[in-house]
């Protein structure tokens, strides 16, 4: 038998070999077990403190058929009395057949093996390495994915002193995964690692600092212990904040998460357009909780130079259901919308399932992918009731109260809320496919599809910019003519007092009543 003191001495047929061998171990009878260290001597010595990792190696190698000798507490050892660390492998080393070594010190368990002629087993050294933890992890990965080879894995927590976390990134960079570090700077994965991961061409991320508005992240980033930053709103009237303010809290911590609902996007890539900033520092942008158009992540990225920027689509209910980044809408997708087809929310997440609900008698649909309807989902992340409400128990699909469909590559595309969709004798109009396709005018901040006396109309926000007539520009008109509207009335479109991003369409009912 070998020493096992580092990952970085382990090449992957090794680690590979080991776990076919605790697989064969695990799959013996008891009897089978017990001959496979029979007449052999352990000793751990664990100079540090030591319950799980210490009762887990002496409790193996009694099932194993082995005897065990165990080092006492270093205050009843010869150690108090200053016998050397050296010297007290020696001694253990004429007792044993293998020695389990834990200790305080980097590098301990390297010097037990120059010291000692037996094989030595690193239960911990200091916070350099613990390889025996990272078996153990793999096995369970293995047991759990079925394989190694090509996993998405996020480490958080402390990890400059994480000799697990050191050990577990020395082993998967055998097996091409991609690695998130999920940690406040200071206690974030030490430079030499990470150098090693870039050395491999091993894809990884660092979530350090995150700035967000949505209390739900707020929870989760306390209880990973994230760095998280609040942003400097307005929080009755957030439209109305100090955006200089906001965008001095990102560049003075060095953000490098945003996560913002798309009305304060909206006001800080105005104020950074204005003073001529950007905020090349961050590294990913996310936004969702009301729509999100193509054109504000265009936006975004003029100011967010060197972000990931991605739009999710959710529920509080059901966090996220799919997910859109920026660099994967082709020019196929932007033409679709254009043309009416609704407004992109891209892949659903793995952890959803999602089905869509026909809505109208009238849809004869060739295929599923042309059914347009309600959109239902469930999962781990969907609620499973609401407080002081009855949940039926044959229900167990959430019913978002949007509409949309998948279309045939498979993104799911959003057509407006289901009460919001209009019919006008035998024809059904959803509101995002007309929106969605104004969104692209450059001269309208925003529109909504209403209707009246089976007539269609658009309230339309002019860009601030726009100095000229909205009823004459081109883009509009052409729109206009295209989706059979009646009329176009210019108006401050209100908007809901939370997000600030959502159309508020009650107060949207009075301004109808004027048409």
Same mark, same amino acid.
């Given at each position: 038998m070998g020493n096992i003191i580092s990952m970085n001495d382990m090449k992957k047929k090794e680690i590979l070999d080991i776990l076919e061998l605790a697989r064969k171990i695990e799959n013996c009878s008891e009897e089978e077990k017990l001959k496979f260290l029979h007449g052999k001597i352990i000793s751990t010595?664990?100079? #540090?403190?030591?319950?799980?990792t210490k009762m887990s190696f002496e409790s193996a190698a009694m099932r194993l058929g082995a005897k065990v000798l165990s080092l006492p507490p270093v205050e009843q050892s010869s150690v108090k009395k200053g016998e050397?660390?050296?010297?007290?492998? !020696?001694? $253990?080393?004429?007792?044993?057949?293998?020695?389990?070594?834990?200790?305080?010190?980097?590098?301990? =368990?390297?010097?037990?093996? +120059?010291?000692?002629? !037996?094989?030595?087993?690193?239960?911990?050294?200091?916070?350099?390495?613990?390889?025996?933890?990272? /078996?153990?992890?793999?096995?369970?990965?293995? #047991? +759990?994915?079925?394989?190694?080879?090509?996993?998405?894995?996020?480490?958080?927590?402390?990890?400059?002193?994480?000799?697990?976390?050191?050990?577990?990134?020395?082993?998967?960079?055998?097996f091409n995964p991609t690695i998130y570090f999920v940690a406040p700077q200071i206690l974030q994965m030490p430079d030499y690692l990470l150098e090693?991961?870039?050395? !491999?061409?091993?894809?990884?991320?660092? #979530?350090?600092?995150?700035?967000?508005?949505?209390?739900?992240?707020?929870?989760?980033?306390?209880?990973?212990?994230?760095?998280?930053?609040?942003?400097?709103?307005?929080?009755?009237?957030?439209? @109305?904040?100090?955006?200089?303010?906001?965008?001095?809290?990102?560049?003075?911590?060095?953000?490098?998460? $945003?996560? /913002?609902?798309? =009305?304060?996007?909206?006001?800080?890539?105005?104020?950074? !357009?204005? @003073?001529?900033?950007?905020?090349?520092?961050?590294?990913?942008?996310?936004?969702?909780? =009301?729509p999100v158009f193509y054109s504000l992540m265009e936006k975004i990225k003029e100011v967010f130079t060197n972000a990931k920027i991605t739009a999710l689509y959710g529920a509080s209910e059901a966090e996220p259901i799919s997910s859109l980044n920026f660099e994967d809408i082709t020019k196929e997708d932007i033409e679709n919308m254009k043309n009416g087809e609704g407004l992109l929310a891209g892949k659903i997440v793995n952890e959803i399932e999602l089905k869509i609900e026909k809505l109208e008698k009238s849809d004869n649909v060739k295929d599923s992918s042309e059914l347009k309807g309600e959109i239902l989902v469930k999962? @781990?992340?969907?609620?499973?009731?609401?407080? *002081?409400? +009855?949940?039926?128990?044959?229900?167990?699909?959430?019913?978002?109260?949007?509409?949309?469909?998948? *279309?045939?590559?498979?993104?799911?595309?959003?057509l407006g809320r289901v009460k919001g969709r209009i019919q006008i004798e035998e024809n059904i109009y959803y509101p995002f496919t007309v929106e969605t396709a104004f969104s692209f005018c450059k001269n309208l901040k925003k529109s909504v599809l209403t209707s009246k006396d089976d007539k269609l109309y658009l309230f339309a926000e002019r860009n601030p910019k726009f100095k000229g007539d909205l009823s004459e520009d081109n883009e509009i008109k052409e729109l206009k003519e295209k989706f059979g509207i009646f009329k176009i009335i210019e108006t401050e479109i209100p908007m809901d007092k939370r997000h600030n991003s959502k159309t508020d369409y009650k107060r949207l009912e009075e301004l109808k009543k004027e048409l």
């Open positions: 010595l664990f100079f #540090e403190p030591s319950t799980r050397s660390f050296t010297d007290t492998i !020696k001694m $253990v080393e004429a007792y044993s057949d293998v020695i389990v070594v834990r200790h305080p010190f980097d590098g301990a =368990a390297r010097l037990a093996v +120059e010291t000692s002629e !037996k094989p030595v087993i690193n239960a911990g050294d200091g916070s350099n390495q613990h390889p025996s933890q990272t /078996l153990l992890d793999l096995y369970t990965i293995l #047991e +759990e994915k079925g394989t190694l080879e090509n996993l998405k894995i996020a480490f958080v927590g402390d990890l400059k002193y994480g000799r697990t976390v050191h050990s577990l990134t020395r082993a998967l960079m055998h090693d991961l870039k050395e !491999k061409n091993i894809k990884f991320e660092k #979530e350090t600092s995150v700035y967000s508005s949505f209390p739900i992240f707020l929870f989760s980033h306390i209880a990973t212990g994230t760095t998280t930053f609040i942003p400097d709103l307005n929080w009755q009237k957030p439209a @109305e904040s100090n955006f200089k303010n906001i965008v001095k809290q990102i560049m003075e911590n060095n953000i490098q998460n $945003v996560i /913002l609902p798309p =009305a304060i996007f909206e006001n800080i890539v105005k104020f950074c !357009k204005n @003073e001529k900033i950007t905020l090349e520092n961050v590294q990913k942008v996310y936004t969702g909780g =009301a999962g @781990e992340n969907v609620v499973n009731g609401y407080l *002081n409400v +009855e949940k039926n128990p044959d229900e167990i699909w959430h019913r978002t109260g949007d509409t949309g469909y998948i *279309n045939r590559k498979g993104q799911l595309i959003l």
